[in-house]
């Protein structure tokens, strides 16, 4: 059948087969029928409920004012798909295109979207990570078990990591007037993520909020009371700290294990796919009818060096899976790369920090408005002679300039004066992430137009 | 300042009733500099967009003044300093979120829901007033009457000093048409300060009222804001109070009466939002981008130089930002001269964006929700008695000054 003629049948009477019913499931569910999708749509996910929102659950819902049973995601319009829900899929069989679940069904497909994103990273001595106390914090069950115990209230909790979501954690407690101890093995929360300058800044938030914060320190084990409750913890400078709850936010891993031996590219890193959100097999070549999106995928970014990205953002899972689901049903000339430049936002301690690019490839950061010391300022991190990422605290409404500076190339540093009347340092310097990983030097690639139809590359060859 | 000939024609009150073909006219230019001394025009939504959140672009009065060309709120001159829609961080960001402690989230996400049934009371009220009438002036009968009502009440000003404020009210926004401001003599602008003044006089007699007896209204919270931690200045008081007190109306009579109007010019709408007012969201953010209450911002100036398609805007210069024109971009909106509420994607520029948009927004979407809904379904075979209607002068706020409607009955 000539390409043309067989999107056509697939548009009509194709089947598609989304495995992950959640945040970047649904959306592809909704852009393939706004797209005029009319074929079957079989949703497959492994948790028994509807699709949910998981920002909340860090936020809203720990703070008790927002229910873990109402974050249902908006619905954008009907996607009239056949829903199974609380069964995971265990296997694929490539070459017949059948997704085998858990129960021992099989599910045929035309084209196949994987979107089964991220699980919490457990704590990895298993015995103690099954103390009544010990929780992680992923899903909506986890927030609706570990809510109820904070409602207990606990003594003290204990959350083990300082990233967004331990952060979030640690906030969403001192709100509450609960004693908590942050345990952090980097020298400041948030380091991994935006590096030590503005790492400081956090520091200085958790404990001018009453948390009782630890760094440069690591959990070495928990111990349990006789009944099996956590009660305390044993930390790497021969400290310990009384608990009877402790939250585990040591990062993520990929939903990729049911996979195995699937010949898909898939592994602890994730699913690699191209541009266009194709999967890779494990050999690299590109398949055509099984696409990626969300947290589990990883895909090159050009304006990052073309450096495969797997990113944990709410805003790419959205923005992944319109263009998977736009692709998976257009013929070759009508498809679109996704492009989309990375953004996260958090809010912690009654801060909203919101972030473009990749802080994490910086390698110098200036502040650019507003000011460290009041907690309120842009900052922009520098790769290579040019803006690569900016960072805002309470200043979110700026980020968009920003974002047009990554996505153009525009010189670091930043040499013009702003309406902001503090100019602070208005000067470089390392932005301190730990462990610097710097890519080789490269042509310059930036982005121009802006609706996702007309944005284009624009290529730079390495100047000598 | 001088303007050149198409951004004369755009102010010109006699395009006042259909600016949209200059404004098309306008986008074939999208970075317009006509003459020396003049503006920059920028009329494209993505330019607009990027221009609202340039940190190199400043809204500071200081800035305009040094750019020679703004008269309107120098401290000296009238006594109250600007507020905060006139300036940049860091005093932008410190008043304008005192001012939104007391109106919006996080600390007071309910104040505009919780004063629904407040409004629908007043429309009612306005709507029972128009009796038996046959024919009814929408701008003077409920238009102008609703949002000042509910300003009056949400602010805690006497609704009976309204024909007292509207005095000083009217040369102050006068001042903000860049027409008027071009043919400015002295008299003129000393007139607008001073009225500026008054009406700070006038706010400040009830703000040392609220100092000692405080109600639940928002001089009360400001007064309690320039409290002890001396958060707000007395003086920056008074001019936070101004401004919410004229930018609290002077705009939604405008998006009432142009909605109106514009159903009234698509009457399968009217006919639709009757059936089900529900659909009064959607129309209103249509609305909202077809024909903005606030037509172009003029007060922008930058800090440095700014290239935009190929153009360097030079630092100093002054910026308008056509919002008007932007909303019916077509490089944005599918079909953009369509009034279509059925549109997927309606992210306007009719409340501007980045730092400085529109502090009443969900205030004013909730009046003309409320208001359209109620109008389609009272008025029983509304019709236009002129169109166009007149307009107001003014180029930046543009509505109709009149608008007269014909009806069989009005309904109970
Ligand atoms: C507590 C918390 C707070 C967050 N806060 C923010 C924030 O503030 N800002 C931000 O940008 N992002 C935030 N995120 C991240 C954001 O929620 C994710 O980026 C987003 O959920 C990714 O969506 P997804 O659909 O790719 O993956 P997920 O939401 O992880 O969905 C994947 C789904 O697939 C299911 N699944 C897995 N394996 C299988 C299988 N074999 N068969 C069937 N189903 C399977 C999973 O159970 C899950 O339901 C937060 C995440 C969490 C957990």
């Not at chain 1, 995601?73 to 996607?79: E, G, S």
């Not at chain 1, 295109?97 to 991220?118: H, K, Q, S, W």
């Not at chain 2, 249509?286 to 440095?304: G, I, S, W």
Request: with cysteine.
């Amino acid at each position: 059948m000539p390409a043309e003629a067989f999107h056509e049948w697939l548009r009509q009477e194709g089947r598609i087969v989304i495995v992950g019913a959640s945040l970047a499931g649904l959306r592809a569910a909704e852009t393939l029928r706004a797209e005029g999708f009319a074929g079957s749509l079989t949703m497959i996910g492994d948790e028994p409920h509807e699709p949910y929102d998981r920002p909340p659950l860090s936020k809203a819902v720990l703070l008790g004012k927002a229910s873990p049973d109402h974050t249902e995601l908006p619905r954008r319009r009907d996607i009239d798909a056949t829903w199974r829900l609380g069964v995971a899929a265990a296997g694929l069989d490539m070459a017949a295109r059948r997704v085998r679940l858990a129960d021992g069904e099989e599910v045929p497909y035309d084209r196949l979207l994987i979107a089964t994103g991220v699980h919490s990273r457990p704590w990895p001595k298993e015995e103690e990570a099954q103390l009544d106390g010990v929780f992680v914090l992923r899903t909506r069950d986890d927030a609706v078990r570990l809510h109820r115990r904070m409602k207990g209230p606990p003594r003290r909790v204990l959350v083990i990591g300082a990233g967004f979501t331990g952060s979030e954690i640690a906030s969403a407690c001192r709100d509450q007037g609960i004693a908590v101890t942050v345990a952090e093995r980097a020298d400041a929360p948030l380091v991994g993520a935006l590096g030590g300058v503005i790492g400081a800044v956090a520091a200085e938030l958790h404990r001018e909020n009453g948390v009782d914060l630890r760094t440069g320190i690591m959990v070495t084990g928990l111990e349990g009371d006789t009944t099996g409750r956590v009660r305390v913890a044993h930390l790497s400078d021969g400290s310990s700290v009384e608990t009877d709850v402790v939250v585990v936010s040591l990062g993520a891993s990929r939903n990729t294990g049911w996979l195995a031996g699937s010949g898909l590219g898939a592994g602890p890193r994730g699913i690699a796919c191209d541009a266009g959100c194709r999967a890779f097999d494990f050999r690299g070549i590109v398949t055509d009818d099984i696409y990626v999106a969300g947290d589990v995928a990883r895909s090159p970014h050009p304006l990052f060096g073309y450096q495969f990205l797997s990113l944990e953002h709410w805003g790419n899972a959205v923005a992944q899976a319109e263009v998977a689901a736009h692709n998976m049903i257009s013929a070759g000339a009508d498809r679109r790369p996704h492009m989309w430049v990375p953004a996260f936002w958090s809010s912690q301690f009654g801060v909203n920090i919101k972030s473009v690019g990749v802080p994490s490839m910086g390698e110098e950061v200036m502040i650019t408005q507003g000011s460290l010391t009041e907690r309120r300022f842009v900052g922009v991190y520098g790769y290579q002679g040019r803006v690569i990422a900016a960072v805002s605290f309470d200043n979110t409404r700026w980020l968009e300039f920003y974002q047009r500076l990554i996505e153009t190339g525009a010189p670091f540093p930043v040499e013009f004066p702003t309406v902001d009347r503090r100019p602070e340092g208005r000067k470089p310097v390392p932005a301190d992430f730990p462990d610097p990983s710097l890519p080789t030097h490269g042509p310059t690639v930036t982005l121009s137009g802006y609706s996702p139809a007309d944005r284009q590359l624009v290529f730079t060859p390495a100047r000598h | 300042m001088t303007n050149g000939p198409l951004l004369q024609r755009i102010t010109d009150y006699a395009n006042r009733a259909d600016p949209y073909p200059l404004y098309e006219e306008l986008r074939r230019t999208p970075v317009l500099h006509e003459e020396e001394d003049g503006p920059y025009a920028v009329s494209s939504y993505y330019d607009i967009l990027g221009l609202l959140h340039d940190p190199r672009v400043s809204s500071d009065a200081t800035n305009l003044i040094a750019a020679g060309a703004d008269e309107l709120s120098g401290p000296e001159a009238t006594g109250l300093p600007p507020s905060f829609i006139r300036l940049d961080p860091p005093e932008h960001d410190r008043l304008r979120r005192i001012a939104n402690s007391s109106f919006g989230p996080p600390h007071r996400p309910d104040r505009i829901d919780s004063m629904s049934g407040e409004l629908g009371g007043i429309v009612t009220e306005l709507i029972d007033g128009f009796g038996d009438a046959r024919q009814i002036d929408l701008v003077d009968q409920f238009a102008y009457p609703f949002p000042v009502t509910v300003i009056c009440r949400l602010l805690g000003v006497p609704r009976e000093d309204e024909p007292r404020f509207r005095t000083w009210v009217d040369p102050i926004v006068a001042a903000l048409d860049p027409e008027t401001r071009q043919r400015t003599d002295d008299d003129f602008q000393r007139a607008s300060q001073e009225a500026r003044m008054q009406l700070g006089m006038y706010l400040a007699g009830l703000v040392e009222q609220r100092t000692k007896e405080p109600r639940d209204d928002l001089l009360s919270d400001l007064a309690a804001s320039h409290g002890t931690d001396g958060t707000m200045s007395m003086m920056e008081v008074l001019s936070t109070a101004v401004l919410l007190l004229i930018a609290g109306h002077e705009t939604t009579v405008n998006l009432i009466t142009n909605g109106m109007l514009t159903l009234l010019r698509h009457p399968e709408y009217l006919h639709r939002l009757r059936e089900d007012p529900g659909l009064s969201v959607r129309i209103v953010e249509e609305l909202l981008r077809y024909e903005p209450p606030v037509q172009l911002v003029p007060q922008r100036t930058c800090v440095a130089d700014i290239d935009l398609r190929g153009v360097t805007i030079p630092k100093g210069a002054r910026i308008w930002l056509m919002l008007a024109a932007g909303n019916r971009d077509p490089e944005r909106f599918a079909d953009p001269d369509r009034f279509d509420p059925d549109r997927e994607d309606i992210e306007h520029l009719g409340f501007g964006s980045g730092i400085h948009i529109c502090f009443g927004a969900p205030l004013a979407r909730r009046e003309a929700q409320l208001a359209l809904a109620e109008l389609a379904r009272r008025l029983d075979n509304p019709r236009l008695v002129e169109d166009p209607p007149p307009y107001r002068r003014n180029a930046v706020l543009r509505g109709p000054r009149h608008l007269n409607i014909a009806v069989n009955s009005v309904r109970s």
